[in-house]
Nanobody, 117 residues
Framework: QVQVVESGGGLVEVGGSLRLSCAASGCSVSIRAMMWYRQAPGKQREFVAQITSDGMTNYAAAVKGRFTIARDNAKNTMYLQMNSLNPEETAVYYC???????????WGQGTQVTVSS
């Protein structure tokens, strides 16, 4: 069973930065891709960024150029550097890890990011 744990959330002012981390443990199979999603109050969960095991990245248009996703395969850990944050990005940020064998997604519990104006 894979456990996914996010960390690094908190309160930041408009225009500030935060770095989120996501660690996948208990991995008896390879992790194919890792992704960040976010869910703002009253809204649907939305895709933020993705990184594959070979380092290919994909970003939502809203964050491209401001967010950077990175990954340490040896540690099964992923990072999300978020710059120039705005209040509309206040949300719970979720990480998931995708099994390379079953393609099953394992989700974390989320970490709260609050951007104050």
């Amino acid at each position: 069973q894979v456990q996914v744990v996010e960390s690094g959330g908190g309160l930041v002012e408009v225009g500030g930065s935060l770095r989120l981390s996501c660690a996948a443990s208990g991995c008896s199979v390879s992790i194919r891709a890792m992704m960040w999603y976010r869910q703002a109050p009253g809204k649907q969960r939305e895709f933020v960024a993705q990184i594959t095991s070979d380092g290919m990245t994909n970003y939502a248009a809203a964050v491209k150029g401001r967010f950077t996703i990175a990954r340490d395969n040896a540690k099964n850990t992923m990072y999300l550097q978020m710059n120039s944050l705005n209040p509309e990005e206040t949300a719970v940020y979720y990480c998931n890890a995708q099994s390379a064998v079953s393609l099953k997604l394992y989700w974390g519990q989320g970490t709260q990011v609050t951007v104050s104006s």
